[in-house]
């Protein structure tokens, strides 16, 4: 019996059949275009792309979903295409499907690795049930700048989390076998450096060094690398001058080279023939030359490749072997989805019925939404709500919207299908009276159009604040629509939008018992709240369930144990502002005005990384180091609830290399672990620092660990900390 061909032999076999133009075909993928259950389309461009399906000239689609749509193409490809070669299909699922979880950046806040898993093995559920085979997700692009609107959609700003996520995230699409019917295959993007965009400007030009490239960037995407993800995709930013896009240090020195990444490069939106714009590309025939060489495998949506790649080759301007790498790469991952056995596996319509708002994602989705939440502020313990709290107003348009706190990135979801805040506190209790205050954002607000904000019409301000005054305490529930945040929606000025911060002060004025509730997409710049209102949650956009999880922890159900994934600025112009910061040479004040200070703001955040409070209250002691075996250093210390409550609380642990060749952040997240307390129970937490965690990668992207003092610091947030220190030999 002939033994079983591997999938590279398959690959290779495949490959030898192929026509350059079925080559090339396989690097090219197109946005949906038409409705596949009507009539094919006639004339105009999607009569050329049907052409192209139909001819094998098309690898993959995006933007198509439904197992009776996705079924209707893949037939076409498969039964009138020369070689049948099956379509991936991608869509950006980014935090759900039809079940929607938090945003990424509230999931991130709940540094919980195992719940983020989960999230993205509900959103793999429903996505394949609708024919999906794979994911634009995760995006792992590190960020400190909170103008700038995708901040949202990753994982805050800290490398080693935003790499236990990417890893955590990667794990929950692609399962631990590809080729089952609810796996998908997952995206690391983009690659690299689009998160530190100038200004926080969308688009905008991205210039770093070769220290924050080799430390902050990249080590999220070596980290889902080596989870094993499927393709990466790169991004429309030039990088030191280059489009990431052509940049072959990247994708085939780093990526494809040093890392050893056997998936495929998709391009982002374009980003192929923005070459030209960038000024990098003359022509069209030009970027398709430069993107293939550069180890951008696959086209999507400009059509460079499938209309000038074929001509390059035939002219000796690309060598046909690139092309072979990029289909190869391409092949492998359709056999490993096992779309050659199968390519209808994901188009099976009884699961569609079943999967999507399955009463378990559901609960999977509200499990994360509840560890999302930061609490902020909480004076005097105004918070849980004792459960026959009386006479509760309820204040803020975003209280009564089923739309908003679904948050940025979710083109597969169901408008207004959130349970709002209103409706999640009522199944608490009958308690309450509402009233909206002036409108804040148009109600057709959505994910390609601008959100209008009120800045003037007033109405509604009275009789909120009569409503306060009769009210023996207040849930304001304010911050910013869903769709102020994520692509293209970066923003200079991080107040409350509208006339809310008007709203909220005057409500104040007449009573002082006010919860403030936060639903945001980003960093906000809140300095008079935090310093009046007693107490304040932090709930970002929590997804389909986010009026359950804010009602269980307002009334404590469950207590809050979410911690910032980034910082909070006092004021725009500290931006950017993060806690791994350096030491300058003058860090400490001085009797002058000669040291590193503004002379019109602290340097100091408001809240920074790491932070987050609890219904309880937790003690840190006895801070240990045994550093005995230079190979696997420990560290510990205890933690006590000293509160009434239980509780769960992060424990974080930070390093500083004191003196280094290349000079290190005065410190550095390398180790968190989530633990449970009963009221009065300690638990010593331990941790092992080895090479891993206490070495850095120098200017020539090696990686090295330098003898020499380090500090150790553990605590519960990056500012409140243990410290000690040992030697490296
Ligand atoms: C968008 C985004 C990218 C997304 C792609 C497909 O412009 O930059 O993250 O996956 O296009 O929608």
């Known amino acids: 019996m002939a033994q079983e061909k591997t999938i590279d032999q398959k690959v290779e076999s495949l490959l030898q059949q192929m026509t350059l133009e079925e080559k090339v075909g396989q690097m090219n993928q197109y946005n949906g275009f038409w409705d596949a259950t009507g009539p094919a389309p006639q004339g105009g461009n999607a009569a050329i792309k049907y052409e192209h399906l139909k001819k094998g000239w098309v690898g993959s689609m995006l933007n198509v979903t439904g ?153 999220t995407f070596k980290a889902a690398v080596d989870a094993d993800v499927k393709t990466v995709m790169n991004g429309f930013n030039i990088l030191n001058g280059i489009p990431v896009t052509g940049d072959v240090f990247l994708q085939r020195d780093v990526l494809k080279g040093k890392w050893g990444f056997e998936g495929f490069v998709i391009s982002d939106w374009a980003s192929i023939a923005e070459m030209a714009p960038h000024g990098f590309a003359k022509d069209l025939k030009h970027t398709a030359e430069l993107g293939v060489k550069a180890g951008s495998d696959m086209d999507m949506e400009s059509s460079s490749y499938v209309n000038h790649l074929v001509q390059n080759v035939q002219e000796g301007k690309v060598d046909e072997a690139l092309v072979d790498d990029a289909v190869r790469r391409i092949l492998k991952v359709k056999f490993e989805l096992g779309l050659f056995d199968d390519p209808y596996k994901y188009c099976n319509s009884e699961r569609e019925k079943e999967e999507l708002y399955h009463e378990d994602h559901r609960a999977g989705v509200l499990e994360m939404a509840m560890k999302s939440i930061v609490l902020l502020k909480n004076e005097n313990n105004l918070l849980p709500l004792a459960k026959d709290q009386a006479n509760i107003a309820v204040i803020g348009e975003l209280a009564d919207d089923k739309n908003s706190p679904l948050g940025s990135w979710r083109i597969g979801s169901d408008d207004n299908t959130a349970v709002s805040f209103l409706e999640g506190l009522k199944s608490y209790t009958n308690n309450v009276t509402y009233a909206s205050g002036p409108k804040v954002f148009n109600k057709d607000a959505n994910f390609l159009n601008e959100v209008q904000v009120n800045e003037s019409d007033t109405s509604g301000m009275e009789e909120a604040v009569t409503l306060a005054k009769e009210s023996d305490v207040v849930l304001m529930v304010l911050g910013e629509h869903g769709f102020q945040s994520g ?243």
């Open 487 to 729: 692509e293209a929606r970066s923003r200079t000025n991080l107040n409350l939008p509208g006339l809310q911060l008007d709203l909220l002060k005057a409500v104040y004025e007449v009573n002082q018992n006010v919860v403030l509730v936060l639903m945001n997409g980003r960093p906000l710049t809140i300095e008079w709240e935090a310093e009046n209102v007693p107490a304040i949650l932090e709930t970002w956009q929590l997804g389909t369930e986010t009026g359950n999880a804010i009602a269980k922890v307002l009334f404590g159900d469950y207590n809050p144990s979410g911690k910032l994934p980034m910082t909070f600025p006092r004021s725009i112009g500290q931006i950017p502002i993060y806690y791994n910061h350096f030491s300058t040479g003058r860090p400490d004040p001085q009797p002058n005005v000669f040291w590193a200070h503004y002379s019109d703001e602290q340097n100091s955040p408001l809240y920074p990384f790491g932070y987050g409070l609890s219904y309880t209250q937790f003690e840190y002691s006895e801070l240990k180091i045994d550093a005995s075996d230079q190979s696997a250093i420990k560290v510990s210390a205890t933690i006590k609830n000293t509160g009434s409550v239980a509780g769960e609380e992060v424990v974080q642990l930070y390093i500083r290399d004191k003196v280094a060749s290349v000079t290190r952040p005065i410190k550095e997240l390398k180790g968190f672990k989530k633990i449970s307390l009963q009221p009065g129970e300690s638990k010593v937490v331990e941790f092992v620092l080895t090479d891993a965690e206490l070495g850095f990668y120098n200017h020539n992207y090696d990686f090295v660990v330098e003898p020499g003092e380090f500090e150790v610091m553990m605590g519960t947030n990056s500012q409140e900390v243990l410290s000690q220190t040992f030697e490296k030999q």
């Open 67 to 219: 197992t009776e749509e996705t079924r209707k193409l893949q037939k076409l490809v498969v039964e009138e295409s020369r070689l049948g070669i099956p379509l991936l299909f991608g869509f950006d699922v980014i935090h759900g499907y039809k079940t929607l979880a938090p945003i990424p950046l509230a999931e991130a806040a709940s540094w919980d690795m195992e719940a983020i898993e989960k999230s993205a093995r509900i959103a793999a559920e429903e996505a394949s049930a609708v024919g999906l085979h794979w994911t634009f997700a995760p995006m792992v692009d590190i960020s400190r700048d909170p103008r700038w609107g995708r901040v949202m959609e990753g994982g805050g700003e800290d490398t080693f989390l935003g790499s236990q996520i990417a890893k955590a995230r990667v794990n929950g699409f692609q399962g631990d076998d590809l080729s089952q019917h609810n796996t998908i295959a997952a995206c690391a993007k983009h690659f690299a450096a689009y998160g530190f965009a100038e200004a926080g400007k969308e688009y905008n030009t991205v210039d770093i060094g070769t220290s924050t490239l080799f430390n902050t960037v990249l080590p």
